[in-house]
Structures are given as C-alpha cells and as structure tokens.
C-alpha cells in the first residue's frame, strides 16, 4: 500500500544555508518532487550524506514529532530539526489510519515522554520503555504499536539492534507491509536493505538515484570483510 506517493519542494531553503550544500537538496529543488513507487524505500549513503535529514523533513511535512512519535505526540527537548519539513508538501495517494516516526538519535526522549504520558503506554506493550534494553524496547515499540494501515518513517532503526534481532525487523516490516503498511528508512544495515521488493535510493556527492542492494556499498565491503577478514585486517593496519 502507498500513502505517500512523493513530495515537492519548490522553494530553496532560506533560514538553513547548509541545507542547500546537500547534494540530495539540490536535487530535490531542480526536480521539485521526489516519488515513493514501492510499499518499503530505503534511504542509503555516507554519514553527512542527507539520509537522515530529508527523512526528518518528511516527517515533519506529515504531523509527526521531529524527535520521533506519532501525531499524537507533542514535545520538544530541543528545537534542532531544520527548515526543510516546512517546505515540503507531501503528495497523498491516501490517507494512513496509523503512523510513527521511529528516530535513534532521540529514542530516549520518546521513551521518557511515553512514561510521563502514562496511558499511553497500553499502546506500547503496557511496559516502560525505559525498563527495557535498548533493543528490547525497540522491536517492543514496533510488534506493539505499529498496527498496519500505516505510514512508518525508521531512521537508523539498527542502532539499537544485534544481528538476530535485524532479522527479527526485517521479518516484522515485511509481516507489516503484508498488513498494507509503507515505510521510509535511512539506514546503514545490509540486512535491512536486503528486504524483499524494497526500492533502495543511494545518496551521494551526486544526489539521488536507484541502485540495487548488490550495488551498495555497504553489501560490497560487509561480504568483503566477512569473506576473509584476516586479509582485510591486514590490508587496512598496512594502510595505517
């Protein structure tokens, strides 16, 4: 299911000069939309690259908190989003019943306010997320409050995550997508890109195109080094 279908921009960030030093920006402002064509895209590129700040944009641009929540979520430990989100006007194809914006980087302040929120736990599994490892509250988060007919915007949902329980959120995305859910993620993990019929958007000094999951950099170097580690080890500390 998509409910996202793209989104425009027609006007250069103003407020935010760096924004525009994005090579992904500048793409999005010369072709003044971006599309979302399959039920799950990835986001893939360098740290610095734009990943995670176009994703918090579309999050903002769709009512959800720039820290991470749903739109039934209002708090701000610290007003550091950028400008972009208020520039963005999403394309709809339809409206989703439900919806989260799932951010690593400010995972405890949503925790914190879940807590203070209190009934809104019951949503949540009915356990703190703070009385959970780190990864514990994070597939928590996902088996229990994300319902399907939805909209779910993950950005580096890995951080928290051992390679067991990768798969076990790669399973869940797919079991959620077969519930007619969408999903954005920026991500670094090789076993996230590998989920099945995803449309994986690189991001690099050129700005955004296509690429398959065997073109990734990520999927290259982690067999490589997985193939015979010893070699890379010994490639790497000559290089030093």
Same mark, same amino acid.
């Given at each position: 299911m998509i409910y996202l279908r793209g989104i425009l921009l027609k006007q250069a960030p103003q407020r935010d000069a760096y924004l525009c030093q994005i090579p992904a920006v500048r793409q999005l402002l010369q072709d003044g939309r971006m599309d979302f064509s399959a039920p799950v895209t990835?986001?893939?590129?360098?740290?610095?690259s734009g990943k995670s700040t176009l994703l918090e944009a579309i999050?903002?641009?769709?009512?959800?908190?720039?820290?991470?929540?749903?739109?039934?979520?209002?708090f701000s430990t610290m007003d550091s989003h950028s400008e972009l989100?208020?520039?963005?006007?999403?394309?709809?194809?339809?409206?989703?019943?439900?919806?989260?914006?799932?951010?690593?980087?400010?995972?405890?302040?949503?925790?914190? #306010?879940l807590d203070q929120s209190g009934?809104?736990?019951?949503?949540?599994?009915?356990?703190?997320?703070?009385?959970?490892?780190?990864?514990?509250?994070?597939?928590?988060?996902v088996?229990?409050?994300?319902?399907?007919?939805?909209? #779910?915007?993950?950005?580096?949902?890995?951080?928290?995550?051992?390679?067991?329980?990768?798969?076990?959120l790669l399973v869940a995305i797919h079991d959620l997508v077969e519930q007619d859910a969408q999903f954005i993620l920026a991500t670094h993990s090789p076993i996230l890109m590998a989920c099945p019929g995803a449309r994986i958007k690189l991001f690099?000094?050129?700005?955004?195109?296509?690429?398959?999951?065997?073109?990734?950099?990520?999927?290259?170097?982690?067999?490589q080094f997985l193939n015979n580690p010893e070699q890379m080890l010994r490639y790497l500390l000559q290089e030093d």
């Amino acid at each position: 299911m998509i409910y996202l279908r793209g989104i425009l921009l027609k006007q250069a960030p103003q407020r935010d000069a760096y924004l525009c030093q994005i090579p992904a920006v500048r793409q999005l402002l010369q072709d003044g939309r971006m599309d979302f064509s399959a039920p799950v895209t990835i986001f893939v590129g360098e740290n610095g690259s734009g990943k995670s700040t176009l994703l918090e944009a579309i999050a903002v641009a769709m009512g959800f908190n720039a820290e991470g929540g749903g739109r039934e979520h209002s708090f701000s430990t610290m007003d550091s989003h950028s400008e972009l989100g208020e520039l963005l006007t999403p394309v709809r194809a339809a409206w989703p019943k439900d919806g989260f914006f799932l951010r690593a980087e400010s995972f405890y302040n949503t925790s914190t #306010y879940l807590d203070q929120s209190g009934s809104l736990l019951t949503r949540y599994g009915a356990r703190s997320l703070h009385r959970q490892s780190h990864g514990e509250a994070f597939l928590s988060l996902v088996k229990n409050r994300f319902t399907g007919n939805g909209l #779910y915007l993950l950005d580096e949902p890995e951080a928290a995550l051992s390679p067991q329980r990768l798969l076990s959120l790669l399973v869940a995305i797919h079991d959620l997508v077969e519930q007619d859910a969408q999903f954005i993620l920026a991500t670094h993990s090789p076993i996230l890109m590998a989920c099945p019929g995803a449309r994986i958007k690189l991001f690099d000094e050129r700005g955004m195109q296509d690429t398959t999951y065997r073109e990734t950099e990520h999927y290259q170097i982690t067999k490589q080094f997985l193939n015979n580690p010893e070699q890379m080890l010994r490639y790497l500390l000559q290089e030093d």
